[in-house]
């Protein structure tokens, strides 16, 4: 890169901070869709109601934004994207009670990763959300390391 003035420079440099966290957030997203798989679906098949992937394909990003010298980007479960199904005749609806009333999304998220104890349905928490959080706390500065370099800085 050759820069003309210090505004060139600072353009650039936050250009490519910018596609270094939108990458890190890409490999954030795809960690939590690991975990939700391994930890959720894969840990059993269910019996007594029919499945949904609504939970796996709710996980989205945002778009990284510059905030001063910050870059903002947040992986999460979009709500918009845990649809409730009621199933005429079925005992169980998806995401919704037994009377066919809407279960709020970050509710079913918390049941869903700390478990629940009661008379209709318990099982452990499944973790995912923790489990990502501690991958993302062990590896964050080599994920943004990795990126830089994939970027063309050398960083020693």
């Not at 997203?29 to 975990?35: A, G, N, P, Y």
């Not at 947040?74 to 037994?98: L, T």
Request: charged content about 25%; hydrophobic content about 35%.
């Amino acid at each position: 890169y050759t820069f003309q003035n210090k505004k060139q420079l600072l353009t650039t440099l936050n250009n490519q901070l910018k596609k270094t966290m939108d990458n890190v957030a890409k490999r954030c997203l795809e960690e939590l869709q690991e975990r939700v798989a391994r930890n959720m679906y894969e840990h059993y098949t269910p019996t007594v109601y029919r499945r949904t992937i609504d939970i796996f394909d709710s996980i989205s990003k945002t778009e990284v934004i510059q905030d001063k010298n910050e870059f903002l980007v947040a992986v999460y479960f979009n709500p918009q994207k845990i649809v409730p199904k009621i199933y005429e005749g079925a005992k169980w609806n998806a995401h919704a009670d037994f009377w066919g009333n809407p279960i709020e999304a970050h509710t079913l998220i918390k049941w869903l990763e700390e478990g629940t104890n009661n008379k209709y349905y318990s099982h452990e928490g499944y973790e995912f959300f923790k489990d990502t959080v501690e991958f993302i706390q062990s590896n964050l500065n080599e994920m943004v390391r990795t990126e830089l370099i994939n970027l063309g800085f050398t960083l020693t």
